[in-house]
């Protein structure tokens, strides 16, 4: 049986989850997001017994569905206080553990912060992806 580990987060902007994991490789059309939660899968299509808004699917929908090496779904539930949870399955996705990724937190963090310059009218003028560290450079669109 699957063991999933809830990371409970600060990450309350689910776009700019959804970029960070896109930009760690998973293809968009391998996202899915729900205002209602979707229940997760584990290898062999069982309730994972978790529930996600932002969720990545595993082996569990069908091998026409895998994502990667991804045997069990992975998956961001949105809780009550407006934060993200992570469900990962230790055993058997290690190769996706996005909870003990800091690449991952690095990106989610990169894309909160590129998205709220916007905001202000600031534009990133460079991004430097390198040492497993992300530097942006950023300037004013006035």
Not at 3 to 27: P, W
Not at 58 to 77: A, K, M, P, Q, T
Request: negative net charge.
């Amino acid at each position: 049986m699957s063991h999933y580990t809830t990371c409970n987060s600060q990450m309350k902007n689910r776009d700019c989850i959804v970029k960070a994991l896109e930009r760690m490789g998973f293809n968009r059309t391998d996202i899915e997001v729900s205002d209602t939660p979707m229940a997760l899968k584990t290898y062999g299509g069982s309730s994972a017994g978790r529930k996600a808004n932002i969720r990545i699917k595993g082996y569990g929908w069908g091998s026409e569905n895998r994502v990667g090496s991804l045997c069990n779904d992975i998956g961001f539930e949105l809780t009550k206080d407006g934060t993200y949870t992570m469900h990962v399955c230790d055993y058997a996705d290690r190769a996706h553990s996005i909870h003990k990724n800091s690449n991952f937190l690095n990106l989610y963090t990169a894309e909160v912060i590129k998205d709220t310059a916007s905001y202000h009218h600031f534009f990133v003028e460079t991004e430097d992806n390198s040492n497993n560290e992300i530097k942006l450079e950023l300037h004013s669109s006035f």
